[in-house]
């Protein structure tokens, strides 16, 4: 079985606390370095964020997002 890459360019995203539950998810921002979140990682996708997001494996990558009220 090939491992699938998933891939997709934000724009402006919105403020989310991520939780990974499963796998790994690679966050590029526009002009910055890779970083790599893995399963029990916890990071913040800050407000206005621009940038790549890569999931791999054969929809492995689970996540739990909590997103602040307006």
């Known amino acids: 079985m090939d491992v699938i890459s998933n891939?997709?360019?934000f724009?402006?995203?919105s403020e989310e606390f991520v939780y990974v539950l499963n796998g790994s998810a690679t966050l590029t921002q526009v002009g910055g370095e890779p970083q790599t979140f893995y399963t029990g990682d916890f990071f913040v996708v800050p407000e206005g964020?621009?940038?790549n997001w890569t999931?791999?494996?054969n929809h492995l990558y689970r996540e739990l997002i909590a997103v602040p009220a307006d």
Request: hydrophobic share 25%.
């Open 49 to 51: 964020w621009d940038g």
């Open 55 to 57: 999931v791999e494996g």
């Open 7 to 9: 891939s997709g360019d």
């Open 11 to 13: 724009t402006d995203m």
